[in-house]
């Protein structure tokens, strides 16, 4: 089974724009906005930072990017993030991860407004999602849990293994899986033996941002896969040979997880709006 994001995605989007519409009604006519915030000139940065305020627009939302040059330093960027979780009429702030090397992303992430963090990316968000409190999720493992779930794969019980340990992604990923009662391992550049671990994989989700890096050898026949990763060619984390023939289901590359990571921002900007 194909795990179609790209579908799901557009499906939420369909549901979002009426409640949006209901949204700018009760504000008078004013359309909230996500703020997306690029640091630098990455163009993959850039590419995702344009696609997702596409998506705002699809739904009626406005976006408004903030593009700041790669010199930004920490203080001028906590400064332009302080400035945008005062206005009222921006209702999630997105700063794009990864910014240059000069600046202390973690205290610049943390000091976005928790009711605006729409991207999950706050410390203190992702405290009180790994105790099971109602907050903003990191928005790619929330949109693979959203798609997981649509697709009725029972994960209580299953052993989950993530590689890849990364603060928005890997390790928020396996905490929300331990949310659904899920088995969790968790691997990393510094794990022995990793293809030992991937063949356990009952649920296998693949976070290391390393084309094709796990083989489709290593994993367990009728296992579920998702690839996080999205490289050049169109390739992911995970080796595409035989996997339809491996998994019981999967995510394509491309059109499986991108897709949710953008439509679970925008569904959770369209919650800030109602708070
Ligand atoms: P990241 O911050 O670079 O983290 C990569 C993780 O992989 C780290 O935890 C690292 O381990 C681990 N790793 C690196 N080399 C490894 C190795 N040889 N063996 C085992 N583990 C290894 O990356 P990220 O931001 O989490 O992104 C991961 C992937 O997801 C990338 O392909 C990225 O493009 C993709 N991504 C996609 C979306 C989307 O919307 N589709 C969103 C975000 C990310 P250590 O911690 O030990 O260094």
């Known amino acids: 089974m194909i795990l179609d994001g790209?579908?799901?995605?557009t499906q939420i989007?369909?549901?979002?724009?009426?409640?949006?519409?209901?949204?700018?009604?009760?504000?008078?006519?004013k359309i909230p906005v996500l703020a997306t915030i690029l640091v630098g000139e990455d163009p993959s940065s850039a590419t995702y930072v344009k696609m997702k305020g596409n998506a705002c627009r699809r739904v009626g939302l406005d976006s408004l990017p903030v593009f700041l040059p790669g010199s930004t330093t920490t203080e001028e960027l906590l400064a332009k993030i302080l400035e945008l979780n005062a206005n009222p009429l921006v209702k999630g702030i997105l700063l794009q991860h990864p910014v240059p090397k000069q600046i202390n992303e973690r205290e610049c992430f943390d000091a976005i407004d928790l009711k605006k963090d729409v991207d999950g990316v706050t410390a203190l968000g992702f405290g009180?999602?790994?105790?099971g409190e109602r907050v903003y999720g990191s928005a790619t493992p929330k949109g693979i849990i959203t798609l997981l779930e649509h697709y009725n794969i029972p994960l209580e019980g299953k052993h989950a293994v993530v590689v890849g340990r990364s603060a928005i992604l890997g390790k928020p990923m396996a905490a929300m899986l331990l949310n659904k009662n899920s088995t969790v391992t968790i691997c990393h550049s510094k794990t022995q033996n990793l293809p030992d671990f991937v063949k356990q994989a009952d649920i296998l989700v693949g976070a290391v941002g390393i084309p094709q890096f796990i083989k489709t050898e290593c994993i367990k026949k009728g296992a579920v896969v998702?690839?996080?990763?999205?490289?050049?060619?169109?390739?992911?984390?995970?080796?595409?040979?035989?996997l339809e023939s491996i998994a019981s289901a999967y995510t394509p590359v491309p059109g499986g997880v991108g897709p949710m990571t953008i439509a679970t921002l925008i569904q959770?900007?369209?919650?800030?709006?109602?708070l």
């Open 6 to 9: 790209k579908f799901l995605a």
């Open 13 to 29: 989007e369909q549901e979002l724009k009426s409640q949006v519409q209901t949204i700018v009604q009760k504000l008078g006519g």
């Open 128 to 131: 009180l999602m790994s105790m």
């Open 226 to 242: 998702i690839d996080a990763g999205y490289h050049n060619g169109g390739v992911g984390d995970i080796q595409k040979e035989n």
């Open 268 to 274: 959770q900007t369209v919650e800030a709006c109602l």
